[in-house]
């Protein structure tokens, strides 16, 4: 069954980010496939927006939505694929997803009040894309020898062992972190250090131990800095994520309310 049109009395403005004036609005399909994208103009800048039903978007109902797994997996493609076109055409301040305005004058209110704001992050991210580094390593250790130990000295000893071992191995690992990030940060604009990434949440076996995000101009320059990197750190598997939009690099007031 086709989807019903969106009545006006129940729309709201989907904004997926913001690009200079005079691009093109993406040709990708909208969060809300009843709608297209466009691009609202004020000033120096133009938001990427498209029209939604607030009765699907609103931020009271939004909580019931987010625990849809899949109804969250379609919308969450749907914005990132408009944010990838957008990205290959020039910069772009990426939105977090769903940032919905109830009407299109306070989209503009918006744009218009934080245009040299956003001109500037514009600016700061031209000709740049953000790339992601991880870093994996198998999990170290002998281990267990405690709980394998027959007389209270050597259980004690044993587990001594071992407390010795994870703090060399957290030191190891954090000097390990530090060495890599300076090294990629030589052939970036800038870099950010990212929370450390679960099994569940990286998808891989092994244990993450470096997290990071780069803005990078000249790609070859960086990823000769990773190749040599990877074979310069024993033990570890380097994973290059990207290119994405820049979201851990425009000012949080405006990419990510």
Not at 6 to 24: C, Q, S, T
Not at 195 to 224: I, K, P, T
């Amino acid at each position: 069954m086709a989807a019903l049109p969106l009545r006006e009395d129940d729309v709201g403005w989907y904004l997926y980010g913001v690009v200079a004036n005079g691009a093109d609005a993406p040709s990708a399909a909208p969060v809300d496939p009843r709608s297209e994208v466009v691009l609202l103009v004020e000033g120096p800048v133009g938001g990427i927006a498209s029209r939604v039903s607030l009765e699907e978007f609103d931020e009271a109902v939004l909580p019931e939505r987010l625990a849809d797994a899949e109804w969250l997996e379609q919308k969450i493609r749907a914005h990132e694929q408009v944010l990838e076109e957008a990205l290959a055409r020039g910069a772009v301040v990426p939105c977090r997803f769903c940032t919905v305005y109830r009407d299109e004058e306070e989209l503009r209110r918006f744009l218009a009040g934080r245009a040299d704001a956003l001109a500037a992050a514009l600016a700061r991210v031209e000709g740049r894309v953000e790339l992601g580094v991880k870093a994996f390593a198998a999990r170290a250790g002998r281990g267990g020898e405690a709980a394998q130990a027959q007389s209270g000295r050597a259980y004690l000893e044993a587990r001594r062992r071992e407390q010795q071992e994870r703090e060399e191995l957290a030191r190891s690992r954090a000097d390990v972190a530090a060495r890599l990030h300076e090294r990629l940060l030589a052939e970036a604009h800038d870099g950010v250090l990212l929370d450390l990434q679960s099994r569940d949440v990286s998808g891989r076996d092994a244990e993450m131990v470096f997290n990071g995000a780069y803005l990078v101009a000249d790609r070859g320059r960086f990823d000769e800095a990773l190749t040599a990197a990877e074979r310069d750190v024993d033990g570890v598997e380097l994973e290059l994520t990207g290119p994405w939009p820049p979201y851990n690099f425009v000012p949080e007031e405006l990419g990510r309310t």
